[in-house]
């Protein structure tokens, strides 16, 4: 079952504008995170915020997370070519580490 | 370095056969898990190990089975019983269940 969903599924932009992805999830968490897909490869993890943060930051990221409208976005400012992938988060409920995935968001960015 | 290879990185099943795919980790993590892609989806878990010598089943595990018998490898079989089996498989590992998980770069199975 499908817990996240991304929005939108495809996001396409020109280099150095800014790219939000939302994430929206059903019940409650004990932290998301946001991985990044290259096309055929593995998911490479980018950043996890945890259900009593709001906002973190990772170099040209920033995640905000809302529990109250169980939702996340993304932002990655001044975007490359390279950071032309797939996006997706992941909510984690409870014990054993299980990650349930939402389906993604394509986005790509022309140089 | 330390990371996780998953192998082969494709793979053709006739019908009525088994398959292993291969995913060894040299990062000493406990926990282990597979997942299956499809196209344009998103990730579903099929088998989970928190630990060597177990494991659980996740969300899509009829059709398949794994093996937990060293901390570094998790080989994942798909069996005759699995009858969509072409799909994209990622193996992951993490230190514990809250931590983020590290993925190889999977194998693509494909049906002859």
């Known amino acids: 079952s499908q817990q996240g969903e991304e929005d939108p599924q495809a996001l396409s932009i020109q280099e150095g504008e800014n790219a939000t992805m939302n994430c929206s999830y059903k019940?409650?968490?004990?932290?998301l995170q946001w991985y990044r897909q290259n096309s055929g490869r593995g998911l490479v993890h980018l950043i996890l915020i945890r259900s009593n943060e709001r906002e973190k930051h990772s170099g040209r990221l920033r995640v905000t997370l809302d529990t109250s409208k169980k939702s996340s976005s993304l932002l990655i400012t001044a975007s490359r070519a390279a950071d032309t992938a797939s996006y997706f988060c992941?909510?984690?409920?409870?014990?054993?580490?299980?990650?349930?995935f939402g389906q993604g968001t394509e986005l790509s960015v022309k140089p | 370095d330390g990371g996780i290879t998953q192998s082969p990185k494709y793979l053709f099943r006739k019908e009525g056969q088994n398959v292993t795919l291969s995913c060894e980790q040299n990062l000493n993590h406990d926990a282990m898990y597979w997942y299956r892609q499809d196209p344009g989806q998103g990730l579903r878990l099929i088998y989970y190990?928190?630990?060597?010598?177990?494991?659980q089943k996740g969300d899509i595990a009829e059709g398949y089975s794994v093996s937990r018998e060293k901390k570094e490898s998790f080989p994942l079989t798909v069996t005759s019983a699995q009858k969509n089996p072409t799909a994209f498989y990622l193996c992951?590992?993490?230190?514990?269940?809250?931590?983020?998980?590290?993925f190889g770069d999977g194998t693509r199975l494909s049906i002859l």
């Open positions: 992951a590992s993490s230190e514990d269940g809250d931590q983020p998980q590290h």
């Open positions: 992941a909510t984690r409920r409870g014990g054993g580490g299980k990650l349930i």
């Open positions: 190990s928190q630990i060597v010598n177990d494991f």
């Open positions: 019940t409650s968490i004990n932290n």
